[in-house]
C-alpha cells in the first residue's frame, strides 16, 4: 500500500510538471494568428441519439477528460486548455454540445430538446460510445450545469469535476420563483426567447446576439472579431435556435420535456449533493447570472475547494484564464 500510494504521489507529481510547459506557452501561443489555434480535423460518433462532432487530442491511453462548453459559446472555448492537458498526458474530449457545430440528431423527427437531463445523458451516451468508463468532468455555463448533472446522477461514470459558477443544478419548480428585479434584469434574453418575436430574432441575429452576450457576460475580456467570429460558425447549425430557445423555455415551464427524462428531472429537483472531487472557479469579472459561492459550498460532500480568479475574468473562464482551469483539472485529479 505504502509503494503503490507513493508512486500515485510521483505520478500526479509529475503530472504537474508536465502540464507546466504547455501551460506557460498559452500566453506565447496567443501571440499567434488565430487561424493557429484550432484543433484541426474533428471526429464524429454516434451517441444515443446524436452524431456527435468532437475535437480528441493526447494518448488515448491517457486518464479521460471531457470539457464541456456552454451558451452562446463552442469548443473554442478550450482550444489552450486541451492542448496543456493532453501534454500532460491526459486523453482530453471536447465535444460540441447537441445544436452546435457538427453535432446532428440522427432522426428528423426527434425533438429538439434543450433540457439539462437530456444535454446530461448526452454527455453519458458520448462516454459509452468511446468506451470511456469514467472521465474527470470539466465545464462552464451550459456545461458546468451538465458535468454537475452527470456528477450527482451517475457518480460512477465521474471521476472529478471543475465547474464554473459551482452549483447550478435547478428545476422547473425552482424556475417559477420570482427573482428581485435587478436578478430579474439578468435574465432578459431568457424572457426573450419565451417569445415567438424572440425565436424569430434570436434566429435572424444569432451571430450579433451571441456577440452581444459575450460582450455583457465578460466585459474586461477584449476578445478579437476573429476569434469570435471563430466560434459563431458553430451556432449555424441547424438545430441551434430550436434546441436553445427549447433550454430557456423549458426552464419558466413554457415548453415541456420529454417523458424520458421525467425520473431524472424528478431527482434534480430535489438538489442532490454532488459527492466526487470538485473544484468550483468563478472569475471577478462575471457579468452572467451566477450564485455566491457560499450559497452552494454544502453541495459538494467530497473533497472540495473554491478558486475565485482576479485579474478581470469573465464568464468563459477557459478561455480567459486557461491556465488557471487546466492547473484546476490537473489539481482535482490528484484529489
Known sequence: ????????????????????????????????????????ALKQVDAGVL???????????????????????????????????????????????????????LAGDTVRNGQPAALAGDVVDLMDALKIEKAILGGFDWGARTGDIVAALWPERCKALVAVSGYLIGSQEAGRIPLPPTAELQWWYQYYFATERGRAGYDKYRHDFAKLIWQIASPKWKFSDATFDRSATAFNNPDHVATVVHNYRWRLGLADGEPRYADLEKRLAEGPVITVPTITLEGDANGAPHPDPGAYARKFSGPYAHRTLRGGIGHNLPQEAPQAFARAIVDVDRY
Open 1 to 40: 500500500m505504502t509503494c503503490d500510494h507513493n508512486r500515485r504521489r510521483f505520478l500526479s507529481a509529475a503530472a504537474v510538471a508536465v502540464a507546466a510547459a504547455p501551460l506557460r506557452a498559452v500566453a506565447a501561443r496567443r501571440a499567434q494568428s488565430i487561424s493557429a489555434n484550432t484543433f484541426g
Open 51 to 105: 452524431n456527435v462532432g468532437y475535437a480528441e487530442l493526447g494518448p488515448a491511453q491517457g486518464g479521460a477528460v471531457v470539457l464541456l462548453h456552454g451558451w452562446p459559446y463552442d469548443i473554442h472555448s478550450y482550444v489552450d486548455v486541451a492542448p496543456a492537458l493532453a501534454s500532460a498526458g491526459y486523453r482530453v474530449i471536447v465535444p460540441y454540445l447537441r445544436g452546435y457545430g457538427s453535432t446532428r440528431f
